[in-house]
Each structure stands twice: as C-alpha cells, then as structure tokens.
C-alpha cells in the first residue's frame, strides 16, 4: 500500500532520513518540477518530499477518479496518504497556488503530522463573492476551462520540441518537457473546477500551527488582497510581500523563495 | 546573380534592390505579418510592432513599460498563461502555438497562436522574453468546430457504449432461480472497453418443477449481427426447451433455426438440464462446438463432462450427444466461453491447463469460482479483453448424496458419451 502510493504520487525523497520533512505540493498546472530551484536549497538539513498529485506530471493517471477529485479534499487525500506511507511527522508543508488550501485541508484531516504551513500564493476563493473580492468572476473559470480546451490540440505535442542542449542553462532536460504542465485536458479541466470553485475561507479559522504567507507582487491569480485576508483569517500568521512577480516565484525568483522560507522556518 | 543586366529570375536589377531597400530589417520588423512583442521576463511589454499595433488598436505609449502582456489577455486566457504558460516559458525557454485570446483596446476578442521564446544574457540568466503572434481567427473556429465534433464524438461513443452494454446485459439473466441444493452463479466481462456488444450469452430457467435448462454459449463475431442471433439463440433455447425430450434435441432446434434465419451465422452453446430426482443433482449435458464443461470433484480433481459435438447453425449434418452426470455434495461443475481459455499474452494462451488448475484450486462458493476464472482470464491478458468471457459455476449442496443414486445416472454416458441421435435411451426422457 505504501509503495503503491509513492509509486502512484511519484514521489521522490531527498536530504537526510532524520531531517525534519518539508512536503512540497505543486500548485494547478504543473507538477513538481515548480520546486526545482528551492528544494535542492533544503535538502542538506531537511528531508525534502516532492510529488505530484494525481493526473498531474508522471503520476500514475490510472489512478485518477472523477469522484474522489472532485473537490480538493481528494487531493488532500494525496498528501495525507504520502505523510502516512512515509510516516512522516513534524512536518513542514509548502503548497504553491491551489495546493495552499489543499494543504489546510491535508493538515485539518492528519492530525497533528503538520506542525508548520508555507502557503505561497495561497487563495481561499477565486471566485469573487459579495463583499469579498477573489479577482474572478465565474464567466472568467468558464473561460478559462474554455482555454483549456483551446489548448487541447496544441499541448498533445507542442511542448516536445527538441531543447537544445546547453549545459549552462536550467532548463528541463527533453525527457521532463515531455511532461511538464502537460496533463490529460479531461484531468485539467476537472482539477480546474476544483481548484476555481473551491471556497476554504472558513478552514482558515480552523489553523492551529505556524504558518507563513508568501505573497508575490502582481499576482493576477492570487493578488495581495487575497493574501492579506488569508494572513489576517489564520491567527498568527505570518505575511511576507515578495519583490518578485507573477504568480510563480518558486520559479521566478528561487533565491527570495527560500531565504523567506528559511528565515521562517528557524522560528516555526 | 545577373546575366545582361537582367536577373535570373527574369527581373531587372532595380526592381530587386529597391524591394531589398524597402524590406530592411527594421521595416520587416514593424510591419511584418505577424505581430511581435518584446517583454521582461515579468511580462512587462517593452517593445511592439506596429502590426501588434494596428491589430490590437492600442497605441504604443499606452503599451510600452506600462502593460504586462498577460493583461492584455482574455481572464480566463490569463489564469491559463500565469498557471501552465509562464512556468514552461520559464523552464523550457520556449513555447509554441499557445492558442489565446487577446482582447483589443475596442474590447474586441482577437484569436491568436502566441510563440515566445527566452532570451538570456552572456551570462545565462533571462533577461527577456520575444512573442510572435499570429492572427488565428479563422483557424480557432475551425479548432472550435473540431473540438465541438470530438465532443459528439464522444458522446456518440458513449451512448453506444450504453447501448451494448444495455443489449449484453439482455443476454444474461436479471435473475438465476433458486434452486435447492444447488447453487449457481454466473459472471461477464466485456471485450475491451465494452463499447462493442459481445455474442457470449447464458441463461438459466425452469422448465417445471424440479427440472431447469440452462445454456451458455458464443455466436461467432460481435457487432449487432452478433447481438441479434444471440437474442434469438437464447430465447430459441427456452422454448425449445420447454417441448424437447433432451439437451441434445434443444441443440438440434436451435441448429435449425439458425439455419434457417441466419445462415451465415453460427455460435457455440452448451445446455444443460437439471434435474433434482431423490435429493440429488441430476445433470445432463449436451454440447454444440463448445468447450465441454469442467467438473469438480471435492477431492479437487477436475473432469471434462459431457461429449464434443457440432458447431450450432453450421455445418448441414449435426451430432449431440446427451451425457448424464450426478454432482455430489460439494461438486462443483464450470461452463466457460473460450474468452477464457484463448485469452492471450503474447504468444501464450491461458488455455485448458491453466484452467483446470484453478477450477481445482477453487472450491466454491459458486460465484467465487466464476469471479475466479473470469478474473484470472481478465488479469492473464493485462486487462485488455480481446474477447468477452462468460462463466457459470455450479456447486452442489452439502445436503445431497455423495453417491450416483444407484440407476440415476448409467455410467456408460460419461464414458461412452453415447450418441443417442437425439433421443434418449431407455425410454428415459430427461425434459419430459
């Protein structure tokens, strides 16, 4: 059961067996090479597990099931399934994106296996509602699953092409573009409904340990104001703005990642 | 290049160069056929030709180290770009044929297929990232119809798949009768993904009290001819077994009436009549072009029953044999279709052996002795059923005798597998 798990998330474990254990969780979109760049810099002191949840990357996409997916507590389901197969404890969970949330819910249904929480762009809905402001409205998730299909043609090859070789550079090798952000679009677009419809914000009351908010400048998906309400609705929280951009900064900006994460996790 | 003042091609030397002149690099630039954006690795645009211009109605100024490229994007474009776009860019240094929508300064959605590359400095790191787009107006309302006709598609699929799975399921019984001592179960399993109706079908019955028919058979192919003489074989088998005096003459019946209203086709079958005399299980078998079934004796070794006879609706001259059995407490008897012995990996079949082997491994209950061969079956052949497997076990009761029954059964049809041209022997009228 255990190695069925790991072999179905695909997970792959680094740095040293009795070092506390960071979880990395990729966010809608991708898989875990979004944490090429920051989970090497914690893999001397900690135990660093990376995966990709199902349907995602190079997991086992047999095992995807409408149903369980549905909602994100079937990906919460994924990590608290890894936590167990490697009986992990103390554990520090960083999710980008979407996998924030998962990762309050993975926390809320294992226990007291999560002892600190990274959120890094963390949104409780997207999806702007009364008074609150998520920056979507539901026209824009209906187009954006529209985008997916648009893309449905393209992505079956487009990202295949040749990466020339170049030593110096940090690019994915040809064997991981092959997967890299390329899923099922059926997949995609129920992960896409998942994630864009999913609405958290009472399960921020509900957390009880460490957490850091990693907040990017002009996110579009997750922008400040999302962040801020996040930080003030977990108590204790801790809220940091990040000079890099977009949505992305485990790839954007690696460096300012870790070192916000590291100086957190000296405390928590 | 020139030969007498003219050029190769037929065109004065002048014309040449002044068409070279007016396509300088910077005039390709602005007015290429496609529209090219520069920006920083942030999105922020630092440089656009006039043909993103003209096709955008943005002016330049509003554009230049103001706008960040994926705002100029439709949302739900957007969220795509940020979530699988942005980060393969960043990774791989590329991306191509990325279908978006930009949404020019009328508010106007303009289709386009977006190319970015990554440029980096001397020393590696990105410094920026170049865009072509090109106008894909008509090509995304061809995708779209596309992508509109793969939906029907699969719907189309769908629904057959429901269809045959509808339809198959009228090939086995909603219900098997209860009868004492004697407990039967069936199990099915679909040639590949199920979306292409099978010919296997079985059925059990009662014929009166203490005596019911049951048959299992496979029309040769699948499709909807299959389907339809499966149909009629199997309700041929009940009527015909109301009024046959054997299982060799319901054989017999069904073999005419094949032939006669579907002659190009033909199946397999095996029926059997079971009886309950003296509180035992009297079984008589009759077999038609198929594998003969398995008997379980409950010290786990394992007979072929019955004697092979004629494929059913072929050949002009048939012969069935009626072959009567006892089952004692605890036998156990197996039907299949050859779904399960020609189930195949590579060039290795699963086969009788294999079979048998597993009928003597497993000692009932009756439905986990078909869930066990068709499972097996399914599991030897990775999964990918190449053909339907149907199975019907029988196990006898505890409380039946552990004996023959004296004249019950005349030992010489299992060994002899006498042909009685249809009729039984000594008068003995095993559906009458």
Same mark, same amino acid.
């Given at each position: 059961m255990a190695r069925d798990v790991l072999l179905r998330n695909n997970v792959t474990v680094d740095g040293p067996a009795d070092g506390r254990p960071i979880v990395f969780a990729h966010g809608f979109g991708c898989d875990q090479n979004m944490w090429r760049f920051v989970a090497p810099k914690f893999a001397g002191e900690y135990r660093t597990v990376l995966f990709d949840y199902v349907g995602a990357g190079r997991s086992d996409a047999s095992a995807y099931d409408v149903d369980r997916y549905r909602t994100l507590d079937g990906y919460a389901q994924d990590v608290v399934e890894i936590m167990d197969a490697l009986d992990l404890r103390d554990v520090v969970f960083v999710g980008h994106s979407v996998s924030s949330m998962i990762g309050i819910r993975a926390a809320l249904q294992s226990g007291d296996r999560i002892t600190a929480l990274v959120l890094i762009g963390p949104s409780p809905r997207y999806v702007n509602d009364g008074d609150y402001v998520g920056g979507f409205a539901d026209a824009d998730i209906e187009g954006l699953l529209a985008s997916l299909d648009s893309n449905y043609l393209g992505w079956s090859t487009q990202m295949a092409p040749v990466i020339m070789a170049n030593p110096g550079r940090p690019e994915l090798g040809a064997e991981l573009t092959a997967s890299f952000c390329r899923a099922d679009p059926e997949i995609q677009k129920h992960f896409a409904r998942a994630t864009f419809l999913a609405d958290n914000r009472d399960d921020l009351l509900r957390v009880r340990v460490p957490t850091l908010i990693l907040q990017c400048s002009e996110d579009v998906i997750a922008p400040e104001a999302v962040g801020r309400f996040v930080s003030e609705h977990i108590a204790g929280s801790t809220f940091v703005r990040l000079r890099a951009t977009g949505h992305c900064p485990n790839l954007s900006a690696p460096e300012e990642t870790a070192d916000a994460m590291s100086e957190f996790l000296t405390s928590a | 290049m020139t030969n007498g003042g003219q050029l190769v091609g037929g065109q004065s030397g002048d014309a040449f160069y002044g068409a070279l002149a007016e396509d300088d690099a910077e005039e390709l630039y602005d007015n290429a056929p496609c529209a090219y954006l520069s920006t920083l690795t942030d999105g922020t645009i630092i440089k656009v030709n006039q043909t993103f211009l003209a096709w955008s109605g943005y002016e330049r100024h509003s554009l230049v180290g103001h706008t960040r490229f994926r705002d100029l994007l439709a949302p739900g474009d957007r969220i795509f770009y940020e979530t699988h776009v942005g980060p393969a860019l960043l990774m791989q240094g590329t991306v191509r044929?990325?279908?978006?929508?930009?949404?020019? @300064?009328?508010?106007? *959605?303009?289709?386009?297929?977006?190319?970015?590359?990554?440029? *980096?400095?001397?020393?590696?790191?990105?410094?920026?990232?170049?865009?072509?787009?090109?106008?894909?107006?008509?090509?995304?309302?061809?995708?779209?119809?596309?992508?509109?006709?793969?939906? *029907?598609?699969?719907?189309?699929?769908?629904?057959?798949?429901?269809?045959?799975?509808?339809?198959? @399921?009228?090939?086995?019984?909603?219900?098997?009768?209860?009868?004492?001592? #004697?407990?039967?179960?069936?199990?099915?399993?679909?040639?590949?993904?199920?979306?292409?109706?099978?010919?296997?079908?079985?059925?059990?019955?009662?014929?009166?009290?203490? &005596?019911?028919?049951?048959?299992?058979?496979?029309?040769?192919?699948?499709?909807?001819?299959?389907?339809?003489?499966?149909?009629?074989?199997?309700?041929?088998?009940?009527?015909?077994?109301?009024?046959?005096?054997?299982?060799?003459?319901?054989?017999?019946?069904?073999?005419?009436?094949?032939?006669?209203? %579907?002659?190009?086709?033909?199946?397999?079958?095996?029926?059997?009549?079971?009886?309950?005399?003296?509180?035992?299980?009297?079984?008589?078998?009759?077999?038609?072009?198929?594998? #003969?079934?398995? *008997?379980?004796?409950?010290?786990?070794? &394992?007979? #072929?029953?019955? &004697?092979?006879?004629?494929?059913?609706?072929?050949?002009?001259?048939?012969?069935?044999?009626?072959?009567?059995?006892?089952? %004692?407490?605890?036998?156990?008897?197996?039907? %299949?279709?050859?779904?399960?012995?020609?189930?195949?990996?590579?060039?290795?079949?699963?086969?009788?052996?294999?079979?048998?082997?597993?009928?003597?491994?497993?000692?009932?209950?009756?439905?986990?002795?078909?869930?066990?061969?068709?499972?097996?079956?399914?599991?030897?052949?990775?999964?990918?059923?190449?053909?339907?497997?149907?199975?019907?076990?029988?196990?006898?009761?505890?409380?039946?005798?552990?004996?023959?029954?004296?004249s019950l059964c005349d030992g010489s049809d299992v060994a002899a597998g006498r042909d009685v041209g249809n009729e039984r022997a000594k008068g003995r009228h095993v559906l009458q």
């Open positions: - | 044929e990325i279908a978006v929508e930009l949404v020019a @300064a009328s508010g106007k *959605r303009l289709p386009v297929l977006v190319n970015s590359v990554l440029k *980096r400095d001397a020393d590696g790191n990105a410094v920026a990232i170049r865009t072509a787009l090109f106008d894909a107006t008509e090509r995304r309302s061809y995708e779209r119809e596309l992508v509109v006709a793969k939906e *029907r598609a699969q719907e189309a699929a769908a629904h057959a798949r429901t269809l045959a799975q509808t339809l198959q @399921a009228t090939f086995l019984p909603y219900e098997i009768p209860s009868i004492p001592d #004697l407990e039967i179960a069936g199990a099915y399993r679909a040639a590949g993904d199920g979306s292409v109706v099978g010919g296997d079908f079985y059925d059990v019955f009662e014929i009166r009290p203490d &005596t019911w028919g049951m048959v299992l058979g496979d029309v040769c192919g699948k499709g909807a001819a299959a389907a339809v003489v499966a149909s009629l074989a199997r309700n041929t088998v009940r009527v015909e077994a109301l009024r046959a005096s054997a299982p060799s003459a319901v054989l017999t019946r069904l073999h005419e009436v094949l032939r006669r209203y %579907h002659p190009d086709e033909f199946c397999t079958a095996v029926f059997v009549c079971i009886e309950r005399v003296d509180e035992r299980i009297r079984l008589t078998v009759a077999c038609g072009g198929h594998p #003969l079934p398995i *008997r379980r004796r409950v010290d786990a070794s &394992t007979e #072929l029953v019955g &004697t092979p006879g004629s494929l059913v609706g072929m050949v002009k001259e048939t012969r069935y044999t009626d072959v009567t059995v006892v089952l %004692h407490a605890g036998e156990a008897l197996v039907l %299949h279709t050859d779904g399960v012995t020609e189930a195949r990996r590579g060039a290795d079949f699963f086969g009788d052996t294999r079979l048998r082997a597993l009928v003597a491994a497993t000692p009932g209950p009756a439905q986990a002795i078909a869930d066990a061969v068709v499972s097996a079956a399914v599991e030897f052949q990775g999964g990918d059923t190449r053909d339907d497997i149907a199975v019907v076990a029988l196990v006898a009761g505890s409380a039946v005798a552990a004996d023959d029954g004296g």
